[in-house]
């Protein structure tokens, strides 16, 4: 009798630790599906300002600028187009004398304490995304590979 409460608590164990070792992976799936879906967000914005800048006389825009100009559909006008992240744009015009301005972009976790999701950075000198564990990223962080 002994052996066999032990045997049903010991498949019980089991089972209870690779459900959630199952449910840990799919959790961390969705959170990969996010940040792969808010880097092809950077790189949709990136290819937008180049093409914005090149009939804007060296000028970036704003993504109401980029989604008005129809180089950007609607969906990301918002700062969340992409599930469980925030785009920040910024936009400086070009200087005096200078062929264009610039712009940076970040994807930011919405809510990095709950959820795992790298901060990820591109702005207008490359096409290189960079990526930081903790907090905004900017272009002196690692780059993704």
Do not use: W
Not at 29 to 45: M, N, P
Not at 132 to 139: I, R, S
């Amino acid at each position: 009798m002994r052996l066999t409460i032990t045997a049903v608590l010991f498949v019980a164990l089991s089972l209870t630790v690779s459900c959630q070792t199952y449910t840990q992976s799919l959790e961390k799936s969705v959170d990969r599906a996010d940040e792969i879906g808010a880097i092809a967000v950077l790189r949709a914005i990136a290819l937008a300002q180049r093409t914005y800048s090149l009939s804007n006389a060296g000028e970036f825009g704003t993504l109401q600028q980029l989604a008005d100009g129809g180089f950007l559909d609607s969906r990301y006008v918002t700062s969340k187009p992409v599930r469980d992240y925030v785009i920040t744009l910024n936009v400086t015009p070009k200087q005096e004398g200078m062929p264009e301005g610039s712009f940076t972009v970040n994807a930011d976790p919405e809510k990095p304490a709950e959820r795992f999701g790298r901060h990820l950075y591109l702005d207008s000198t490359s096409n290189i995304i960079h990526f930081n564990l903790k907090e905004p990223a900017t272009a002196s962080d690692p780059a993704i590979q």
